[in-house]
């Protein structure tokens, strides 16, 4: 059963940083791109970051380009969000995801999730 356990999330003041961890597990890790989303109450589930199969490629929400960073350990099975600079308006449950199609903000086209990570920006 493919599990996608994430980490990392918490309370922090505006301005600070914080790094999400995703663990993957019973799924061959390197054949998937992998994603981060977000979910603010009361808001739909939108796309954040993604990385490709071997890392060399990513892109980003044009809402956090600049501030945060995705990045994947192959060898460890895990997907990091390294997140700078942050806002208020970063406050959500942070999923990570996996799928088979590079390039989609598309949630649906990712195939498995994890359960999320709180992060809430104070001001």
């Known amino acids: 059963q493919v599990q996608l356990v994430e980490s990392g999330g918490g309370l922090v003041q505006a301005g600070g940083s914080l790094r999400l961890s995703c663990a993957a597990s019973?799924?061959?890790?390197?054949?998937?791109?992998m994603g981060w989303f977000r979910q603010a109450p009361g808001k739909e589930r939108e796309f954040v970051a993604a990385?490709?199969?071997?890392?060399?490629?990513?892109f980003y929400a044009d809402s956090v380009k600049g501030r945060f960073t995705i990045s994947r350990d192959n060898a460890r099975n895990r997907v990091y969000l390294q997140m700078n600079s942050l806002k208020p308006d970063d406050t959500a449950v942070y999923y990570c995801?996996?799928?088979?199609?590079?390039?989609?903000?598309?949630?649906?086209?990712?195939?498995?999730w994890g359960q999320g990570t709180q992060v809430t920006v104070s001001s």
């Open positions: 990385i490709s199969w071997s890392g060399d490629g990513t």
């Open positions: 995801a996996a799928g088979e199609r590079w390039a989609t903000r598309i949630d649906k086209e990712y195939d498995y």
């Open positions: 019973s799924l061959t890790f390197r054949s998937y791109v």
